[in-house]
């Protein structure tokens, strides 16, 4: 086990902290299910056994193990809707299909629930911070004025709890709902003695955490891991804790207060931790005001929330049917697929079922992307890319037209 003390490659260290939280998910705890209206789609556990067994790792890495030959998916997979990382992977394609020709690997197909698997994975895996810098930490600690009252490793002040517990954390989540749950008495003590109130514009909780697990006193240095959040156990103590009184059901915003989905938006955990601490302040007068009580975290519940809010921008299902037609024009597609019943190089998509969802569009294009492929290959044309929420609009088009509308 891994103690404050030492200080392995990070690549590793991150590496082991999801494979431990894949060995307790894969227990049953905290998994993501795709079974109803209410479930963010995909299992991302179930998408890192289709990622290994499928050789997609033999291209692409995650936090650095793993293949070199493609981009390593958990820089990429944040901040990403479902249907833009399906258009990310459609636009490598081609070089997707030379490398797999080169070196002899197989294409590899995929179910509608396996591809949705393998996308939460990718998108799941950034979710979880790597370890914050403890020198930066330590320095966050006195700017911030957190060693005024209290102390870690037996130093700072006596006036709060001492924070040496948090060490048996490597993620700054406990640390974070700690904060929350005392922030009314913090602030208050720090408006009382006409001191800012600290505000995080980064990582510097991450950081703080690092730096209290390296200098704290605390005897037993290994480490407790927390199962996995779960963002569907965050979106019912979302709606239980009264979030969406002000931010709306699904988070979209109301006029009480913004959308959380563009304010947490590529955020990591020690981020939104940050972002809404900086704002609990405000909340808590906001609450008070309109006769709603101001929610406390226990156990994971905090990360759970976190996770929901982390996922808001996965399953963005908005778009616009008529930039969808515009994007099916401009980018070919109707060059080779009729939607009227006409002669056409494809199948006719108004006849077929990929166009009735998203997951079901983007599975079929993925399947078929070498048979496409060659065909462009033959017409000397140029291969179609899918930028910002082009594929969003795009489905919505052929799914509107698949209805009727």
Excluded at 27 to 52: K, N
Excluded at 255 to 262: H, I, N, T, V, W
Excluded at 352 to 365: H, K, N, Q
């Amino acid at each position: 086990m891994l103690t404050a003390l030492q200080t392995p490659n990070q690549g590793s260290l991150r590496f082991a902290v999801l494979a431990v939280l894949c060995c307790i998910w894969a227990s049953g705890a905290g998994t993501v299910h795709a079974q109803s209206d209410q479930s963010f789609p995909g299992d991302p556990i179930a998408g890192r056994r289709i990622f290994v067994a499928r050789g997609c790792d033999r291209c692409h890495a995650i936090w650095g193990n793993g293949g070199t030959l493609g981009p390593d998916f958990a820089l990429v997979g944040a901040g990403r809707s479902l249907q833009q990382l399906a258009g990310m992977f459609w636009n490598h394609t081609p070089q997707m299909i030379q490398t797999v020709q080169v070196k002899g690997f197989q294409w590899p197909t995929f179910s509608e629930e396996e591809l949705a698997d393998i996308i939460s994975y990718i998108y799941y895996v950034k979710l979880f911070d790597e370890p914050g810098d403890p020198v930066l930490g330590e320095r966050w600690f006195r700017e911030m004025r957190c060693v005024e009252c209290h102390a870690v490793g037996g130093e700072g002040g006596r006036t709060a709890l001492p924070l040496d517990g948090y060490a048996q954390y490597i993620a700054p989540l406990m640390l974070a709902t700690g904060m929350w749950n005392h922030g009314s008495g913090m602030q208050a003590r720090q408006a009382a003695e006409r001191g800012p109130i600290p505000s995080f514009r980064g990582r510097e909780m991450a950081d703080i955490q690092a730096y209290i697990r390296e200098v704290s006193n605390l005897q037993s240095r290994d480490v407790i891991f927390l199962q996995p959040p779960d963002p569907n156990t965050g979106r019912g103590l979302y709606l239980r804790k009264g979030c969406s009184s002000c931010h709306g059901p699904n988070g979209g915003g109301t006029r009480f207060g913004p959308d959380l989905r563009s304010a947490t938006s590529q955020l990591r955990v020690s981020e939104i931790a940050g972002t809404l601490w900086n704002h609990s302040s405000q909340m808590a007068t906001a609450m008070r005001a309109r006769g709603i009580a101001f929610p406390r975290f226990a156990g994971k519940e905090m990360a759970d929330v976190i996770a929901f809010l982390y996922y808001l921008r996965f399953y963005d299902t908005g778009g616009d049917a008529r930039v969808g037609e515009v994007v099916f024009a401009q980018k070919g597609c109707a060059s080779c697929h009729a939607v009227d019943g006409g002669a056409s190089i494809g199948p006719d998509l108004s006849q077929s079922d990929a166009i009735l969802a998203p997951i079901r569009l983007a599975t079929a294009m993925w399947n078929h992307a070498p048979a496409m492929y060659a065909v462009i290959q033959l017409e000397q044309a140029d291969w179609p890319r899918f930028e910002g929420a082009e594929m969003r609009d795009l489905a919505v088009y052929l799914s509107d037209m698949a209805a009727g509308k």
